[in-house]
């Protein structure tokens, strides 16, 4: 039996992932308007347009992977800003309160720094947002490494988005749901390893999947 045919004593559930957005009302023409809302706005519209912007951008280059930096270059056409938004590792604070807290000291550092207050462009204005998401068992399960692989590139990319993504917001340290399945059932800390290395937060999920399974096949060498 060859390594990625180990089976485990207890198999990887696979969850489908499921919801709606919902539109808050709250608009923001320019630059101050969107710092006054994310400082008074309820948690879930942060952890929405920080967390869920992948769930919207699946496919294709992924520059911007939060709302806000998406926006800033988009709607502002600021590069400097869209690039300071999208550098926060927010996956890596766990409490929304200081995502909100590190969102709001980029807004209000940049406000600071300039002499007038950026605009969006007509008909560009960020609209806040919600979400409504569960997670719900689905049959798709995996025993060993090849079935894992062969699962994850068939599964809906909303579910490799809570099994990757939430994963982290939902545990404890730097690690997915895959990552755990492999060091604590099969034993298998290298492979585990080389998926906690992914700058995931980069990726479009279309590509994260394909470097998944990459890194999953026999007789990949890094």
């Known amino acids: 039996m ?37 400082r008074r ?24 992977p939060n709302d806000f930096g998406a926006w800033a270059a988009n709607a502002l056409g600021d ?17 929304i309160e200081d995502t909100r807290a590190a969102v709001i000291e980029v807004l209000e550092e940049h406000l ?11 008909g560009f204005g960020f609209h806040f947002a919600s979400g409504i998401y569960f997670a719900l068992p689905s049959q798709r399960e995996a025993w060993t490494v090849d079935e894992l692989r062969q699962a994850i590139a068939e599964i809906p990319l909303s579910s490799l988005y ?8 939902r545990g ?33 999920l279309e590509e994260l999947r394909q470097r998944i399974v990459t890194l999953l096949t026999p007789g990949f060498s890094e």
Not at 3 to 29: I, K, N, Q
Not at 79 to 95: I, T
Not at 112 to 122: E, F, G, I, Q, Y
Not at 185 to 201: G, H, K, S
């Open 79 to 95: 590069p400097v800003l869209a690039e300071k938004l999208s550098s926060l590792d927010l996956f890596r604070r766990g409490d």
């Open 41 to 64: 706005a309820p948690g879930e519209v942060i952890h929405h347009h920080m967390f869920r912007a992948a769930l919207e951008h699946r496919y294709g280059t992924w520059d911007h």
């Open 172 to 204: 404890q340290g730097d690690e997915d749901d895959f990552s755990r399945w492999l060091r604590d059932e099969l034993r298998r800390e290298d492979l585990a390893e080389r998926l906690r290395r992914i700058d995931f937060y980069l990726f479009s």
């Open 112 to 122: 600071d720094a300039v002499s007038t207050v950026p605009w969006a462009r007509p």
């Open 2 to 38: 060859t390594a990625s045919e180990m089976r485990a004593t207890e198999p990887f559930l696979f969850a489908d992932y499921e919801g709606l957005v919902v539109a808050t009302g709250w608009d923001a023409r320019n630059l101050r308007e969107l710092t006054e809302i994310v």
């Open 162 to 169: 809570f099994h990757f993504h939430e994963a982290r917001l």
